[in-house]
T-cell receptor
Framework: AQTVTQSQPEMSVQEAETVTLSCTYD???????LFWYKQPPSRQMILVIR??????QNATENRFSVNFQKAAKSFSLKISDSQLGDTAMYFC????????????????FGEGTQLTVNP | DTGVSQDPRHKITKRGQNVTFRCDPI?????LYWYRQTLGQGPEFLTY????????KSRLLSDRFSAERPKGSFSTLEIQRTEQGDSAMYLC????????????FGPGTRLTVT
């Protein structure tokens, strides 16, 4: 079974600054996907960024980038130029690679990190 | 808006009653998932469908829970004889499946059992 751990329950950052959210995971799989999702207050879960384990290059999406360390089983999210709209709960999630069409694709989530961006 | 939709958004029910939630996935997505999220926690997987076939169920899905996706489009999640411990946010997500595995979530149905 896979586990995902987010060791920072809460973080805060000043607007326009950079913040890094941590995530570690445990798996015996060699191929998998990692995701960061954002859940603003009372709003739905939004996909922020995705990383395939077989890719060495770290994924980036505008102000969001990841630091994927496969050997260390670490997957941190860096948010640059933080904006007030980035205030949300952030979840790290793991998904096994599907080798067959019906082999399963559940997401396993961490406990979340509540990020507050202060003006 | 062509995202995932869920109905109702909120449901208050008395213990022992049955409730049913509906999820409409993104139209071209053949995968549909149900998760449960309690306050301050990450979502936990309940079950998923590929088209109309229910391919996996979590141990969290007790006998009181049943899910269907009769024509491979919308899905329903029914909870019979609700208990206070069933109070949670029930999230639905959809995806294209193996070739494009990221899941897109709906707004959720918040269930309160009194």
């Amino acid at each position: 079974a896979q586990t995902v751990t987010q060791s920072q329950p809460e973080m805060s950052v000043q607007e326009a600054e950079t913040v890094t959210l941590s995530c570690t995971y445990d798996t015996s799989e060699s191929n998998y996907y990692l995701f960061w999702y954002k859940q603003p207050p009372s709003r739905q879960m939004i996909l922020v960024i995705r990383q395939e384990a077989y890719k060495q290059q770290n994924a980036t999406e505008n102000r969001f980038s990841v630091n994927f360390q496969k050997a260390a089983k670490s997957f941190s999210l860096k948010i640059s130029d933080s904006q007030l709209g980035d205030t949300a709960m952030y979840f790290c999630a793991f998904m096994k690679h599907e080798y067959r069409e019906t082999s399963g694709s559940r997401l396993t989530f961490g406990e979340g990190t509540q990020l507050t961006v202060n003006p | 808006d062509t995202g995932v939709s869920q109905d109702p958004r909120h449901k208050i029910t008395k213990r022992g009653q049955n409730v049913t939630f509906r999820c409409d996935p993104i139209s071209e997505h053949n995968r549909l998932y149900w998760y449960r999220q309690t306050l301050g926690q990450g979502p936990e997987f309940l079950t998923y469908f590929q088209n109309e076939a229910q391919l996996e169920k979590s141990r969290l899905l007790s006998d009181r829970f049943s899910a269907e996706r009769p024509k491979g489009s919308f899905s329903t999640l029914e909870i019979q004889r609700t208990e206070q411990g069933d109070s949670a946010m029930y999230l639905c997500a959809s995806s294209l499946g193996r070739q494009s595995p990221q899941q897109y979530f709906g707004p959720g149905t918040r269930l309160t059992v009194t």
